[in-house]
């Protein structure tokens, strides 16, 4: 499975933005699905996370601002970002959970600047 997020871009804060991520191969048998990001000097860190039935989860950073959401049909993961914050600025991968290695693709850069 290949896994390419796209969407980011540059916004401004309080301003909003929506990554997809599209999965060469079916998602549907991976039960967590998860959206990572790594700041500039950070570790990578895993934000939110999908079960196949829809069942979410956030990080404390992201939680009510973030909303992760999942389309099997599609193979496509989806992350709706509001309220966007200057901290938010990183590059946005999306992987399973626990990650696997072989998935990680080139990920999205998301700016948040005024």
């Known amino acids: 499975v290949q896994l390419q997020a796209s969407g980011g871009g540059l916004v401004q804060p309080g301003g909003s933005l929506r990554l997809s991520c599209a999965a060469s191969?079916?998602?549907?048998?991976?039960?967590?699905m998860g959206w990572y990001r790594q700041a500039p000097g950070n570790e990578r860190e895993l934000i939110a996370w999908?079960?196949?039935?829809?069942?979410?989860n956030y990080g404390d950073s992201v939680k009510g601002r973030f909303t992760i959401s999942r389309d099997n049909a599609k193979n496509t993961v989806y992350l709706q970002m509001n309220s966007l914050k200057p901290e938010d600025t990183a590059v946005y991968y999306c992987n399973s959970v626990p990650f696997r290695p072989a998935y990680w693709g080139q990920g999205t850069l998301v700016t948040v600047s005024s």
């Open positions: 191969g079916s998602i549907f048998s991976i039960n967590f």
């Open positions: 999908i079960t196949s039935g829809g069942i979410t």
